[in-house]
């Protein structure tokens, strides 16, 4: 297929994909969602410069840059825009999904005038600064390369509504437990191991598996004791090899592996203490929900389960460094709160959307052979997928008038391909 029909197709998908979100939005809306969605793809930036410059309109850009402003300024953006997408992403979480919570950082180490700046700990740079906290929600599958972006918010301490971190969290699980009918196992490092986050897993009935600090205490066979001295005592009967890949090098690690029943103080729900002994000094300490038999390949799928996350910490790099997340520039609280909701709408539609039927992974191979890179497609292929799209999408026919024309009305259902 010729690139340039290709990126006719994409336009058209692009129009698809943000009419399926915005079904019950005013018309003004839906045009704003399906340009900003082109114009992040188009130059992979959140910068509305760039996004104006994507859209090639027939005025100064700087009107362009003042509508889309506008636009993006909308109170209630951002939630209607995470209501619609987890409604369709909800169909991918089944009993075992894995649903892995990561708490992220956006470092803003200039900015003075943004509002609601707030001390934040770069995690590359491993020092704090200013920014904002990011709280996402991903669903992947055991062994399979599947990931569904679900949910995304951008969140300060500093802002006038902000209660607590805690908060922010449980609202972030409520509303994905919620779409997807309590489905799932929520995944969580060390940063999960809180009580209020116990107490509302435990009473909402959800499934967890969160890695614990070595200062938690559980109660095991009558008596409460702390958490390091449970993981030595607890037998670990089981092997296995991992090859890991870290800086470019692959490390090998020979792990040890067992459980025991547990339970969580001030708590009757029987837990499962599972100890895996081989990454560092101190054994990894997980704590889990899921029933566990005396098999090998029961422990080892929950050990598996958990080393999922760190595909999870791939796509948070993929989600800012792809679309320069961290070169965000806009000055109000809301409008930072919007665009990111409209990034995770974007990740999907690049993750998930086009890959849904066999003709949408025909669009994907033409798009992933457009990527120009010299040494070929790394194996998290979504940089080269985000590459393609906007190197299909600017610098060829640019812009989306031709959809919104007052002879092309937005049309949510547009198929891909004629019959």
Known sequence: MHYARTASKLREQIIQFSGELTSNWPKVGRRFLAEAIYGIQARQSVRLTEIGRALDEKIPLRKTQYRLCRQLGREELGAWLRRALLRRAAKYVEKKTLLILDLSDITKKYARKMEHLARVRDGSAKELG???????????????PNLVPLYGELYSHKSPGFISE????????????????????WVLDR????????????KEKLNFLIRLRQDRK??????????????????????EHLVKREGGQERGY????????????????????VVVDGFGREPMMLLT????????????????????????EETIRFFKQSYQLEDIRLLT????????SILTAVIYFAMVYLGLRVKMRILARNILRASRRVFGIPDFHFYALADGIRDLLFGRQKGLQEH????????????????
């Open 166 to 185: 805690n908060n922010e969290i449980i609202s972030a699980i409520r509303q994905v437990s919620q779409a997807s009918a309590k489905k799932g196992v």
């Open 130 to 144: 200013n920014g904002y906290w990011t709280c996402s929600v991903i669903a992947a599958e055991l062994k399979k």
């Open 404 to 419: 919104f024309s007052p002879h092309n009305p937005i049309q949510p259902q547009l198929q891909l391909f004629s019959p």
């Open 289 to 312: 929900t899921q029933h566990i038999t005396r098999s090998r390949k029961s422990h080892w799928q929950i050990v598996q389960s958990y080393l999922t996350r760190w595909r999870i």
């Open 218 to 239: 559980l109660l095991y066979r009558g008596k409460i004791s702390r958490v390091l001295e449970l993981a030595k005592r607890c037998p670990l009967p089981y092997a």
């Open 333 to 340: 609280y809301r409008r930072l709160q919007n665009m990111m």
């Open 254 to 273: 020979n792990l040890l592996f067992g459980s025991i029943p547990v339970k969580l103080p001030g708590h009757d729900e029987p837990l499962f203490l």
């Open 191 to 202: 940063g999960g191991d809180r009580g209020d986050l116990y107490k509302y897993f435990l």
